[in-house]
């Protein structure tokens, strides 16, 4: 357990009603149509060394975090990541990653993956900035078709690769909420994604179909090249791309 100040808390679901607890929480999070993970296949795998937390707060989940093994001991898919709607903005995100980094560590698992929209900039931002995961491998229309919040457009992701002990992630560990300088080099490329990737869903589906394409066609033509996504600039919504070597 860990005790976060404001009263928050961070631990791992305890019985079967909060994880069927959870099951609710993730449709009040990515919709009613999503097929949120059930109950007891999360209950199954907590029991065989997964992972399933979440942020409390006054008895009140916040947040919802669960992750899995994988076929090697030392490295952990992460599988959902949530915050409900109305909690947005308070940083849960953030430190249930770094909740699921202590633990992970503590169990000599040095390595989590895990997928995510590469047109969400809330999501560049968390993932690639604030913890330092970087990205080279992209997967096209990874889920096939979607509903819910995903729904209109193929549901393409890029692999997050999230090494707990590198230099760059111990730094962001231990300040957390420092601004994190930017890898640039000569040979940086940038590719730049939409300021709301769901208003466009939402208002301009056309453009948010062209938008995937695009972003699509050039993220798998520098990965082919041996780039890597090693930042994300906040500011100007590019991610950074750095060539092998």
């Given at each position: 357990?860990?005790?976060?100040?404001?009263?928050?808390?961070l631990r791992e679901l305890s019985g079967v009603a909060e994880l069927k607890a959870s099951e609710?929480?993730?449709?009040?999070?990515?919709?009613?149509?999503?097929?949120?993970?059930?109950?007891?296949?999360?209950?199954?795998?907590?029991?065989?060394?997964?992972?399933?937390?979440?942020?409390?707060?006054?008895?009140?989940?916040?947040?919802?975090?669960?992750?899995?093994?994988?076929?090697?001991?030392?490295?952990?898919?992460?599988?959902?990541?949530?915050?409900?709607?109305?909690?947005?903005?308070?940083?849960?995100?953030?430190?249930?990653?770094w909740f699921q980094r202590d633990w992970c560590l503590a169990r000599g698992i040095t390595l989590?993956?895990?997928?995510?929209?590469?047109?969400?900039?809330?999501?560049?931002?968390?993932?690639?900035?604030?913890?330092?995961?970087?990205?080279?491998?992209?997967?096209?229309?990874?889920?096939?078709?979607?509903?819910?919040?995903?729904?209109?457009?193929?549901?393409?992701?890029?692999?997050?690769?999230?090494?707990?002990?590198?230099?760059?992630?111990?730094?962001?560990?231990?300040?957390?909420?420092?601004?994190?300088?930017?890898?640039?080099?000569?040979?940086?490329?940038?590719?730049?994604?939409?300021?709301?990737?769901?208003?466009?869903?939402?208002?301009?589906?056309?453009?948010?179909?062209?938008?995937?394409?695009?972003?699509?066609?050039?993220?798998?033509?520098?990965?082919?090249?041996?780039?890597?996504?090693?930042?994300?600039?906040?500011?100007?919504?590019?991610?950074?791309?750095?060539?092998?070597?």
């Amino acid at each position: 357990m860990n005790i976060a100040g404001d009263g928050l808390i961070l631990r791992e679901l305890s019985g079967v009603a909060e994880l069927k607890a959870s099951e609710a929480f993730q449709r009040t999070v990515w919709g009613e149509d999503d097929p949120a993970d059930n109950s007891d296949l999360m209950l199954a795998i907590a029991h065989e060394g997964g992972l399933v937390a979440g942020a409390f707060k006054d008895g009140r989940m916040l947040g919802f975090l669960f992750g899995f093994p994988t076929r090697d001991p030392k490295v952990q898919h992460s599988h959902r990541l949530a915050v409900h709607p109305d909690s947005r903005g308070m940083g849960l995100g953030l430190k249930l990653k770094w909740f699921q980094r202590d633990w992970c560590l503590a169990r000599g698992i040095t390595l989590v993956r895990w997928t995510y929209d590469p047109l969400r900039r809330i999501n560049a931002g968390l993932n690639i900035t604030r913890l330092g995961a970087t990205a080279g491998t992209y997967y096209t229309d990874y889920y096939g078709k979607m509903e819910g919040i995903n729904a209109g457009v193929a549901s393409d992701r890029l692999l997050a690769e999230w090494h707990l002990t590198a230099p760059g992630v111990q730094r962001r560990a231990e300040a957390p909420e420092a601004s994190m300088d930017l890898p640039e080099t000569p040979l940086t490329r940038r590719v730049m994604i939409p300021e709301d990737f769901g208003a466009l869903l939402s208002n301009d589906l056309p453009r948010a179909v062209s938008e995937r394409l695009r972003v699509r066609a050039a993220l798998t033509s520098a990965f082919d090249e041996g780039y890597r996504i090693t930042g994300f600039d906040m500011k100007t919504r590019e991610y950074l791309l750095t060539p092998p070597g």
